[in-house]
Nanobody, 126 residues
Framework: QIQLVESGGGLVQAGGSLRLSCAAS????????MGWFRQASGKEREFVAA????????YYADSVKGRFTISRDNAKNTVYLQMSSLKPEDTGVYYC???????????????????WGKGTLVTVSS
């Protein structure tokens, strides 16, 4: 079982930037498609972005396309989410997820992730 720990959340003004990191341990990181999800207070968790096992293919929710960039470093067992032009509606707890059974293009709709992190809070003030 792979273990995931997110970091990098915090308070930022609208228009600002943050970079989230998710460190993985326990299993072969490169064998997992990786994704970021978020959950705002009172709302369901939603897909944000996913990256293929080798980092070559990425997918984004329409709401973050052009503003967020997902990447991974398999040598460091880490996946990143660079967030720019942040908006108050980006506020929420951001979770990292790993899936060995599917490809990145399907992570937005799968409910069988192999592992979730505990999340990191991002707050965007207006």
């Amino acid at each position: 079982q792979i273990q995931l720990v997110e970091s990098g959340g915090g308070l930022v003004q609208a228009g600002g930037s943050l970079r989230l990191s998710c460190a993985a341990s326990g299993r072969t990181f490169s064998g997992y498609a990786m994704g970021w999800f978020r959950q705002a207070s009172g709302k369901e968790r939603e897909f944000v972005a996913a990256v293929s096992r080798n980092g070559g293919i990425t997918y984004y929710a329409d709401s973050v396309k052009g503003r967020f960039t997902i990447s991974r470093d398999n040598a460091k067992n880490t996946v990143y989410l660079q967030m720019s032009s942040l908006k108050p509606e980006d506020t929420g707890v951001y979770y990292c997820a790993a899936n060995q059974k599917t490809n990145a293009q399907f992570m937005a709709t799968r409910d069988d992730m192999d592992s979730w992190g505990k999340g990191t809070l991002v707050t965007v003030s207006s």
